[in-house]
């Protein structure tokens, strides 16, 4: 019966595609160019171990487009849902500076403007691709994902990493969001769960649980490993083993894909044996992808121009 529901199981990440752009900030250069975004970085790592995946959304008729198209195919996620339309595709520039890094929308060459807010996709887009089966991957609480939240009865999984979004929604919008989305699993970082304590009041992790009306509520805290939250449990894992990392991108994502795999084939049974089998696997995930360059790095190889020819020096007038 569990390969069955494997069979029939498709994940699905609903959203504009994304490329990042990794700058040598001290020596002004390109050294990685690679599809990028939350949902689109969860759903690579599940395509790559077998899952059925599909991307729905949008992105520019580019080359960065295709490139982000590409690498997608290349790991076997069905992307005939992406809508080609205009002449963008988002652009994040991931400036290195040392062990750190920090993301513009600013070209840091010519200072372009390379990024959009309002997406390609939409919604009528959306529900034209989706299947009753499948499970809605998506990032945040921005107006298209609100609606995919809202409107669509599949079930979903949804990572909130930012506090930009539900500082513009009343407490009543919020609410109502979280007890009509069908969440299945809600993933926090400590920033958000401060926040939430903050303006609902909260006492406890029990508190915030029902709140958000999620199956399984996770809250990942860094080197203090992260919380397994249920109706009837709190799970505390520690992380044990540190590594060294080359950057940090997408290490979250590649988390959050292995902890929807488990709990699916699982059947969403969550346990003390399956919390520390899943945070085992997941940390060992993230092991791997910060030890790359890239939030893809552990799974694909991204494009490196050569650094002898001039153009290359900035992306936004390539064509």
Not at 252 to 281: M, N, P
């Amino acid at each position: 019966m569990k390969n069955q529901d494997k069979q029939h199981r498709r994940y699905v990440a609903v959203g504009d595609l994304a490329v990042d752009c990794y700058w040598d900030s001290k020596q002004k250069e390109i050294m990685l160019i690679s599809g990028g975004g939350s949902s689109g970085n969860v759903i690579s790592n599940l395509a790559s171990r077998g899952q059925s995946a599909a991307v729905i959304g949008g992105c520019g008729n580019d080359l960065w487009g295709d490139l982000a198209i590409h690498q997608l195919e290349e790991l076997g996620v069905d992307t005939q849902g992406i809508l080609r339309k205009g002449g963008q595709t988002r652009i994040y520039h991931l400036c290195l500076e040392g062990d750190a890094h920090k993301s513009l929308k600013n070209c840091p060459i010519c200072g372009q403007y390379s990024w959009y807010e309002k997406a390609i996709g939409n919604f009528s887009h959306c529900q034209s691709y989706l299947l009753p089966q499948d499970i809605i991957i998506l990032d945040g609480l921005k107006p298209e994902n609100i609606e995919v939240l809202t409107q669509c009865k599949n079930e979903k999984v949804l990572d909130l990493g930012r506090v930009k979004r539900l500082k513009e929604l009343t407490d009543k919008e919020l609410m109502a969001i979280f007890q009509i989305a069908n969440l299945q699993i809600l993933q926090l970082n400590e920033s958000v769960e401060k926040y939430f304590y903050l303006r609902f009041h909260l006492a406890n992790v029990a508190e915030l649980y029902e709140l958000c009306h999620a199956r399984l509520l996770v809250i990942t805290r860094g080197r203090a490993g992260a919380d397994f939250v249920t109706k009837h449990e709190v799970y505390h894992q520690e992380l044990c083993e540190f590594t060294l990392e080359v950057d940090d991108t997408g290490a979250g994502d590649a988390f959050f894909s292995q902890v929807i795999e488990s709990f699916f084939d699982h059947k969403k049974q969550v346990s003390r044996l399956w919390v520390t089998q899943t945070f085992f696997a997941a940390t060992e995930l993230t092991r791997n992808v910060v030890s790359n360059l890239g939030a893809r790095g552990h799974l694909i190889d991204g494009f490196v121009p050569e650094s002898n020819f001039d153009m290359y020096q900035c992306i936004c007038h390539w064509k």
